[in-house]
């Protein structure tokens, strides 16, 4: 464990915003994070996950702590559930592919979400009609202020889209470093009605999937939608979708009859972010070296050595232009920094 100076974060971000932190030290070990955390010759300090769901907009004038904690465990199984124990430095794909490979359903529908096992729970990750929360069993957060570990069960984090107690009431005061899954092991419970991936599966010739089968038609939408990040940086879909009121929705039918849309509750409606933001003319739009992405409204790029700041100019000019058009409050999904 080294502590470095004036280190480029444009490998540890998804975005490649080329950000300088001030001090930067990698922990692979719990004993390793608590000692880094009781270090007073640093007293502002910046945790560091996977960097999938952050925007830079300037340099990091603190030490930033690179969580890189490994390893998966089975803690407990029956004949029809797993128990897995999953460190918080784990690629989040990398886990997935690890629980198809020994079978274990319920992530499918998670395949290729950028990032690392230990942020998951922080925005509750979902996609294609599944949630992380619906896999969790509880996580382990290692307190700043005390270095106590403490257990949050899924009640504790109170699970919300994209949304958790650690965006809330206990934002900045915990570093996870495990979550802890339960999952199926034979009679999986497929969710294929989300999007296009039944109408994939079918592309694929598959009439009787299997959770590889759905992984894999998973993999292949965002493929043909999303840009990888190693070679566009990008942190995913920059927006949360919105949630409005059914008059609201039935007020806009009126003037945008194509509107899509998912009915949450009797009087709430989920509208698609990327439809929105198509519609208000910025899909595939440039600026020079960033933009938002040809195939998918919701992604923002940097097509090279863009700085994270103007990027942050052209989400908020997104919002304004969306809220001018339809009287609808898009919330960015990453953190901004």
């Not at 001030?22 to 007293?43: C, G, M, R, W």
């Not at 529908?109 to 922080?122: C, E, F, K, Q, Y």
Request: glycine share 8%; aromatic share 8%.
């Amino acid at each position: 464990m080294q502590i470095s100076k004036n280190i480029s974060l444009k490998p540890y971000n998804t975005f490649g915003i080329d950000v300088l932190a001030n001090h930067f030290v990698t922990v692979s070990s719990i004993n390793e994070l608590k000692t880094v955390l009781k270090l007073k010759d640093y007293p502002n300090k910046f945790v560091l996950g996977g960097g999938s769901n952050m925007l830079l907009t300037k340099n990091i004038e603190a030490l930033v702590i690179h969580v890189n904690l490994k390893g998966i465990s089975i803690i407990s199984e029956d004949e029809n559930t797993a128990t897995i124990k999953v460190n918080a430095g784990e690629n989040w794909h990398e886990f997935v592919l690890w629980s198809l490979k020994h079978d274990f359903g319920g992530l499918e529908n998670l395949s290729l979400i950028p990032g690392n096992v230990g942020t998951a729970p922080i925005q509750n990750i979902g996609a294609y009609g599944v949630e992380l929360k619906d896999s969790f069993v509880s996580c382990e957060g290692l307190c700043i202020e005390t270095h106590k570990i403490k257990t949050f069960s899924k009640t504790d984090c109170d699970f919300g889209y994209r949304n958790s107690i650690f965006k809330q009431q206990e934002k900045g005061k915990y570093v996870i470093v495990s979550v802890t899954f339960k999952l199926s092991k034979k009679a999986h419970q497929l969710n294929i009605n989300y999007g296009s991936i039944a109408s994939q599966l079918e592309l694929m010739n598959i009439s009787n999937p299997t959770i590889q089968d759905v992984s894999k038609a998973v993999i292949a939408i965002r493929e043909s939608k999303l840009p990888n990040p190693k070679d566009i940086g990008n942190s995913g879909s920059f927006f949360k979708n919105p949630i409005i009121t059914k008059t609201h929705y039935l007020d806009l039918v009126n003037n945008f009859p194509e509107i899509p849309s998912y009915v949450i509750s009797e009087n709430e409606v989920k509208i698609p972010a990327g439809w929105l933001i198509e519609k208000a003319g910025f899909k595939g739009k440039c600026f020079g070296n960033y933009g938002v992405h040809k195939k998918q409204a919701l992604v923002l790029v940097n097509y090279s050595d863009a700085d994270g700041s103007n990027i942050l100019k052209l989400s908020k000019l997104i919002q304004k232009t969306v809220k001018r058009l339809f009287n609808i409050s898009i919330e960015a999904e990453v953190n901004i920094l």
